[in-house]
């Protein structure tokens, strides 16, 4: 008879969920949502997507060829910056001219997509300006453009979006990506509490691998062989070889791993702009929901036992 009743109720709470994830936020032309990272990848499909809804989209690209190439692929509506997280006068010119186009109406929603993963490498192998790189545009920039634009969303009580990764769950490879992202989910955590009491949404994405840039296997092979050709001769002797070429075949790899189908994380990005109901967390791609995420659950031991089989052995033990 208790099994009968738990299985009911857990029907209904699954029905109950599957109806409110469904009720969209009404006036959705009228709501104005910036998007940093839309040269390629995720960040210009939402753009192409949310522009296709009617959203008026403000797309922030870091070249001009990149928000040129998203201006011929759009309506009239959508409107483009050049950006770069890393320069706060970038980012502060930026803000005055979100402000000039929202008004009074406030800005809808804030999508912080942009990022970068190289330079990645055993944490050994990089220097203190290595882990900047990459911390500076996933983590800090991500900052600083929130802060810049956060009066504009409190004025419209609409959505932060922060992607993040599986990789802000558990870290596997040295450098400042999984640092970083470990750091947006802690920066999202903290506002959506700050917020809460002004009627503001803050969502996390947290994708598994997917063909973008930032998974490019050739790029990511240069920058890690470009640190390896940097490294002291004993530090090479006491990896060795086989280390390098380890890596050098995973990377090779990499794209058998990636899934094509990026419409998976910019699906959950509109839902946590449109819905009137988002999510804390979205997990995006199956290696996210039946791998990474179950295994950020799991104890220590589990995880490295896990992730070392992948790891080669070094050349020379101290």
Request: charged share 20%; glycine share 6%.
């Amino acid at each position: 008879m208790w099994v009968y009743a738990l299985a009911a109720l857990a029907a209904l709470l699954l029905l109950r969920r599957w109806y409110r994830e469904r009720q969209t936020v009404p006036g959705l032309p009228e709501r104005f949502v910036l998007i940093t990272g839309c040269d390629s990848g995720f960040g210009q499909r939402l753009a192409l997507r949310l522009d296709a809804l009617g959203l008026p989209v403000l797309a922030a690209c870091q070249s001009p060829d990149g928000a040129e190439r998203l201006r011929a692929a759009a309506s009239q509506r959508l409107q483009t910056l050049i950006l770069d997280v890393t320069s706060s006068p970038s980012i502060a010119a930026a803000a005055a001219w979100v402000k000039e186009r929202v008004g009074d109406r406030g800005l809808w929603g804030l999508v912080n997509n942009a990022g970068v993963a190289v330079p990645a490498a055993p944490n050994e192998w990089l220097s203190k300006d290595d882990f900047l790189k990459v911390i500076n545009v996933n983590l800090i920039g991500l900052i600083e453009v929130t802060l810049s634009v956060l009066p504009l969303v409190r004025r419209a009580q609409g959505r932060v979006v922060n992607v993040s990764s599986v990789m802000g769950r558990v870290s596997f490879f040295g450098g400042g990506y999984c640092i970083s992202k470990f750091g947006v989910e802690a920066f999202s955590d903290s506002l959506r509490l700050d917020m809460r009491s002004f009627g503001v949404k803050v969502s996390v994405i947290e994708p598994g691998y997917f063909q973008t840039n930032i998974t490019n296997a050739e790029n990511i092979q240069k920058h890690f062989m470009a640190i390896w050709e940097k490294l002291p001769e004993d530090i090479k002797a006491d990896y060795g070889e086989g280390y390098l070429k380890h890596f050098l075949e995973s990377f090779r790899n990499m794209k058998n791993l990636c899934s094509p189908n990026l419409s998976l994380v910019t699906d959950c990005m509109e839902h946590a702009l449109t819905s009137r109901y988002p999510r804390t967390r979205y997990a995006a791609g199956w290696d996210a929901k039946l791998l990474y995420i179950p295994l950020s659950y799991a104890p220590s031991a589990l995880t490295d036992w896990v992730f070392a089989k992948h790891q080669p052995p070094p050349a020379r033990r101290a």
